[in-house]
């Protein structure tokens, strides 16, 4: 039983995680590793972090530490997931990311 358990986990499960901070998106080439499947992007912690790292080239806007996280995700092909809204998801598509967290009805 406990077999068919880790069986089913490993075929269908999901490891996604979650960057909060510059040095995780910074170390994101470091999380492509056998096993994860994505990295969620962490917007409302993010803003924290590069909040008390202003000077930091990251820190200028959610969308340029994005595209970083990105280009850097790109390098090692592991995706990257954002949570998004309908308004938003054209926008994400063209930056390029193809992996979407909603809300239902939003």
Do not use: T
């Not at 406990?2 to 995680?17: A, T």
């Not at 909040?51 to 994005?66: D, F, G, R």
């Not at 995706?79 to 239902?104: A, W």
């Amino acid at each position: 039983v406990r077999s068919e358990y880790m069986n089913w986990w490993n075929n269908f499960g999901v490891l996604m995680l979650q960057v909060e901070s510059i040095k995780a998106i910074e170390n994101i080439k470091k999380f492509a590793v056998k096993g994860v499947d994505c990295v969620s992007w962490g917007p409302n912690d993010l803003e924290i972090d590069r909040q008390a790292n202003k000077n930091h080239p990251l820190s200028e806007s959610n969308e340029k530490a994005l595209i970083f996280a990105i280009n850097e995700c790109n390098k090692v092909g592991i995706k990257l997931m954002v949570r998004n809204s309908k308004q938003d998801r054209k926008k994400y598509i063209d930056m390029g990311i193809n992996i979407f967290l909603e809300s239902p009805g939003a």
